[in-house]
């Protein structure tokens, strides 16, 4: 379970930004992720969604509040939180299979055992026989699903996606959201998403926060179960088309343009 | 659908967005390979025109025909008390030592500089000084220090490789991509494994061109290294045959350093494609 109270990250005056000096990026977020959520951060670019992500991640320490992984304090990265990023971050030098077994091997894991483990989580994201490939000769989506593999190698409590689709192509894009599904449905993984598609979001969450322009407050938190319907056998496309899927769609939409249309 | 996703839309997954595009090693016959080779014909043609006609003399200018009789003998007979091999192979055992140090001296270096701002601070300047002084000027100042032997000679070309050596690697760790550094971090990597499993391999690809860059400058360093009390070496055979103005042999050996030379530079850039295949591409 993943607790956040009162998180508050203050600016810290990156290098050649003139605008919202002074502006906190988030401010008194408070959110609880219960164990097997599929947690979705939603808002407008720049509002500081990846911020929060790396608040969790441990990359970045919050100026206010306190944030928790089961009862323990964040204080920096560690393996009990898993990373998947938008640009992949896979090492070009190690092959797929030993990229997916990075986290074992810099745990000290038995080659053969660490191996299997790979193998293991290479299956389950449908990429049976490209372990020996080099990683620089595969397609985003397929890399993207290496480093999924990567960051459920390392076994941890709470998987977190900086805008991991949001590099692929629409097709891909939707199969990645089902094969995320699967994945979820798999293991039983607490996961937190950051997006800046909506209907990703609506589709993937069980629970949705969509946050404000900076700085940063939740102003909608919504539990939903379009995801958990998918995982249980409703095909995508006709979960996407249901009316109140759509109603919902629109709602959160309003909610993302509302805050987007306060900045003009 | 029953499943979550079908066993079609896995496959369909798993066929790569786009057939992978590998880098075009020109075939042996390729346009550019031709050209440059009737480039060297024509010089080579020019040359010996120039000498049958005679409008340069011999002394100054040999006809390519002497020169290769010329390097039939020296690779015999010798020169100077030692074959062609003998020279270049004093030569190369020069450079490769000087190498070997620099390497074993450089690359830690470079690795901490570019970790440690501190250390960047303290031995930047210093590198900066020194690195465009050609050897030659510093050349009598090793002399005073180190003496006339082998040391000195070996110093000289380890000290121009160690420049740029220093700066590629300092600089390929300075570039190391966040987020792969974050990625491991989040998986707990200590400080060792970072460097181990992310920044050392990262910084590879800068690491060998440094590489090749200080091969080469040590490599055109050697003449003025064999400049001081050698006895072999292709730097002192040109030296010395330059004094007896045998101009064929001052030729064959700068033949036979810029062969080596080349040779040295394809070597280094396969091994760069070998151990980097994904420079440029990830």
């Keep these: 379970m993943v607790e956040l109270q009162a998180v508050t990250v203050g600016y810290r005056g990156a290098a050649g930004s003139t605008t919202a000096v002074n502006t906190p990026v988030l401010d008194a977020i408070d959110w609880q992720i219960s164990q097997g959520a599929l947690a979705v951060l939603l808002g407008p670019s720049g509002c500081g969604k990846s911020s929060l992500l790396n608040v969790i991640a441990g990359f970045v320490t919050p100026s206010g509040g306190r944030a928790s992984v089961s009862g323990r304090a964040i204080t920096g990265p560690g393996a009990d939180r898993g990373v998947v990023f938008q640009d992949d971050a896979l090492l070009p030098w190690l092959d797929v299979l030993n990229n997916v077994a990075l986290p074992l091997r810099l745990r000290g894991g038995g080659r053969a055992a660490r191996e299997d483990k790979a193998r293991e989580f290479l299956a389950l994201v449908g990429l049976e026989g490209f372990e020996s490939r080099p990683v620089w000769e595969l397609s985003g989506g397929m890399r993207q699903r290496v480093g999924i593999a990567r960051a459920l190698a390392a076994d941890p409590e709470v998987l977190l996606m900086d805008e991991p689709f949001g590099a692929l192509d629409a097709l891909t894009r939707e199969r990645m959201q089902e094969l995320l599904l699967k994945v979820w449905q798999a293991t039983g993984k607490t996961i937190v998403l950051v997006t800046h598609g909506v209907e990703e979001a609506v589709f993937l969450a069980t629970d949705l926060v969509v946050l404000s322009r900076r700085p940063a407050r939740i102003v909608q938190h919504r539990l939903l179960d379009f995801g958990r319907r998918h995982a249980q056998g409703e095909a995508a496309r006709a979960i996407k088309s249901l009316p109140e899927f759509v109603a919902v769609r629109e709602q959160v939409l309003g909610a993302v343009f509302a805050q987007d249309e306060a900045l003009h | ?282």
């Design chain 2, 1 to 282: 659908m029953d499943d979550a996703i079908s066993p079609m839309t896995v496959r369909a997954l798993a066929q790569p967005a786009e057939p992978p595009v590998r880098e075009a090693i020109a075939p042996p016959w390729s346009r550019p390979v031709v050209i440059s080779l009737l480039s060297v014909l024509v010089l080579l043609a020019a040359w010996q025109a120039v000498t049958a006609a005679r409008w340069i003399e011999p002394l100054f200018l040999p006809p390519p025909a002497a020169v290769w009789e010329k390097f039939a003998r020296v690779a015999g007979e010798g020169y100077m008390d030692a074959t062609l091999w003998q020279h270049a192979g004093a030569s190369l055992a020069r450079v490769a030592l000087a190498l070997g140090i620099a390497v074993l001296t450089a690359i830690p270096l470079g690795l901490w500089m570019g970790l440690s701002p501190t250390a960047r601070g303290v031995f930047d300047p210093l590198i900066e000084f020194y690195r465009p002084v050609p050897p030659l000027a510093y050349l009598p100042l090793i002399v005073i220090w180190f003496g006339i032997g082998e040391l000195s000679k070996v110093l000289l070309i380890t000290l121009a490789i160690f420049a740029p050596l220093v700066i590629a690697t300092a600089t390929g760790v300075r570039q190391v991509d966040e987020t792969r550094r974050r990625a491991a971090q989040a998986f707990g990597a200590t400080r060792w494994q970072l460097l181990r499993h992310v920044v050392l391999p990262s910084a590879l690809p800068e690491i060998l061109t440094g590489l090749r860059v200080g091969l080469g400058v040590g490599w055109s360093t050697l003449v003025a290294a064999e400049l001081v009390a050698a006895t072999r070496g292709l730097g002192f055979m040109v030296q010395s045959a330059a004094q007896f103005l045998a101009t064929d042999i001052v030729l064959l050996g700068i033949f036979t350093i810029a062969l080596i030379a080349f040779g040295l530079e394809l070597g280094l850039r396969a091994l760069q494609r070998r151990l980097v295949p994904w420079q440029g591409r990830a």
